[in-house]
């Protein structure tokens, strides 16, 4: 969580008395920065601990982005979805038929062998990782890795998320009160 103690929102007040809004429109363009870093930081960082596809991990994501305005100095950014398919991370052998130990990597650094795994193409082209359910040859279920919702919330993700936007917006609240103190930003 990013926050922006009282004595900030106190200074920032004193400094742009003059400045019609100048405190709330410094804030939510410094919050705003903020919530866009935390966007575009989490999925790169998740990226540099999971061996998710990127395609698999954007179509499987819905980020939901809620920015801060004079009126509402409060915004955050919720990544939510469906569990993406196990195939999607590292998996070998990646072809199916192929006779060999299915073995998967969700976190970069691991591996895990799957006994009864197999990899196989449905008839609707759908390739994934299965495994028998029963020792008869139907049903059969497919396995899934994490979800974006899962992968944002690891502690290593969160907590370097939360440390770049904390600095980027008292970077950016100083570069606000400049710009508005400078007359520019309307």
Request: glycine share 10%.
């Amino acid at each position: 969580m990013i926050e922006i103690t009282a004595e900030a929102v106190e200074r920032v007040e004193a400094i742009l008395a003059g400045v019609p809004n100048g405190a709330e429109r410094a804030l939510s363009n410094a919050i705003n920065r903020g919530i866009s870093r935390v966007k575009t930081g989490a999925i790169r960082r998740v990226k540099e601990i999971y061996t998710v596809q990127s395609g698999a991990f954007n179509e499987a994501t819905r980020i939901r982005v809620n920015k801060a305005s004079t009126g509402n100095l409060v915004g955050f950014v919720s990544f939510a979805g469906y569990k993406i398919p196990l195939y999607k991370f590292k998996v070998t052998p990646t072809a199916p038929g192929v006779k060999k130990q299915v073995r998967a990597a969700v976190m970069k650094g691991g591996g895990t062998p799957f006994e009864d795994a197999f990899i196989a193409q449905m008839r609707s082209g759908h390739i994934g990782v299965f495994e028998r359910e029963t020792r008869k040859r139907f049903p059969i279920e497919e396995k899934m890795g994490l979800s974006a919702a899962q992968m944002v919330g690891n502690e290593k993700v969160i907590e370097t998320l939360e440390e770049e936007a904390q600095q980027l917006v008292n970077q950016r609240l100083e570069h606000e009160i400049n710009r508005l103190l400078s007359g520019y930003g309307g």
